[in-house]
């Protein structure tokens, strides 16, 4: 079977000039409850901020499910392209395509297998684990489909061959069991031109709840360019992640990237906030989408808000940054990251 690698494809970093960002709009489901809830009206609220935050710099496209798109089209406003297809969540991270291009004017994406995170005892998936290859048509992309169960939100690559990685989202017996590490890693470097993995052990506490993804690496860790990666990092000794931080930047200022450097670490210090509703919260800065021009920053009405857009436009000089308010994103499990999923132009 022909790989995209082979053909000459690869996963751009995410700072390469994007065509669009794709977005799914927030149905009725175990994570947002019912049909004019608070819950998933608060959801659909903020989506909507988050899109119309993109929209500023680049085009957006929401996908709704059917009978969805008046009340969408109401909250999104003008600009923003809309399509129906059935969906089960919203988070167009993990159930689109991974988008890859040739460098000569080519399209293509990685239709990974999901299967609800692990197939979590809330979640149902059959039509989301459709949705990577609708969204691949829609966009013209030729499709590379893959056996391995993947998400969006568990891969960042520094697009010069490094990928970083989860032990316990690929390696999860629930996504893929009996794959050995090396398997996983010829497959992931096979559908993303990339040709070495770092591993990280685990991820944030909070992501190993109900809710949470076991792992995501989108919240812990992200290139900012190669050979330069920024670590959520939880300054607060008494939060699990205290520890949890300290270990992974160790391990990821030990690591060298595909093309030997040796890994710059930047410190992105967690908000204050380490608790809603008196559980823990893994509130991450991390979880941000990059467009053209453009930063989409998760904001939680903190005073390390401003901290961090500072240090996110000393990262990126060249970008203007957009705080909005994430809280109600994190408290359904991810983030504006994990919502949003960028097309790069061919």
């Not at 692990?118 to 059959?126: F, K, L, R, T, Y």
């Not at 000794?237 to 890994?263: F, Q």
Request: aromatic share 8%; hydrophobic share 40%; proline share 7%.
């Amino acid at each position: 079977m022909p790989t995209p690698a082979a053909d000459g494809f690869r996963m751009p970093p995410e700072w390469a000039p994007h065509e669009r960002t794709w977005m799914a709009w927030p149905g009725p489901n175990a994570t947002f409850g019912a049909e004019g809830g608070e819950t998933l009206t608060a959801a659909r609220a903020a989506w909507a901020a988050v899109a119309r935050a993109v929209r500023q710099y680049e085009p957006v496209t929401v996908v709704a499910g059917p009978g969805q798109l008046t009340g969408a089209r109401a909250l999104l406003g003008a600009g923003i392209d809309l399509v129906e297809r059935p969906l089960d969540d919203a988070w167009m991270r993990d159930i689109g395509p991974t988008f890859l291009t040739d460098g000569t004017g080519r399209l293509a994406a990685v239709d990974w297998r999901f299967n609800g995170w692990g197939a979590q005892e809330w979640a149902i998936w059959d039509h989301d684990a459709k949705i990577a290859e609708q969204v691949a048509d829609l966009a013209g992309a030729r499709r590379y489909a893959t056996p391995l169960v993947n998400e969006g939100g568990g891969i960042h690559v520094d697009g010069e061959g490094t990928v970083l990685l989860t032990e316990t989202v690929q390696l999860d017996p629930g996504r893929n069991p009996g794959r050995t590490k090396e398997e996983v890693e010829a497959e992931i470097h096979a559908h993303l031109g990339t040709t070495k993995a770092i591993w990280l052990p685990r991820g944030l506490s909070a992501d190993y709840g109900r809710f949470g993804t076991r792992g995501h690496v989108d919240i812990v860790a992200a290139f900012a360019r190669p050979g330069v990666v920024m670590l959520h990092t939880q300054p607060d000794p008494a939060h699990p992640d205290h520890a949890v931080c300290r270990e992974l930047g160790a391990l990821l200022r030990a690591s060298t990237d595909a093309r030997g450097r040796r890994l710059e670490v930047v410190e992105v210090p967690a908000p204050t906030v380490i608790e809603a509703d008196g559980e823990p919260v893994d509130y991450s800065y991390l979880n941000h989408l990059q467009c053209n021009g453009g930063i989409v920053l998760c904001a939680f009405d903190d005073p390390r808000d401003a901290e961090a857009a500072a240090l996110f436009r000393r990262l990126f000089p060249g970008r203007t940054v957009t705080l909005v308010d994430a809280r109600t994103i994190f408290a359904a499990g991810g983030g504006i990251h994990c919502i949003t999923q960028q097309q790069p132009a061919a």
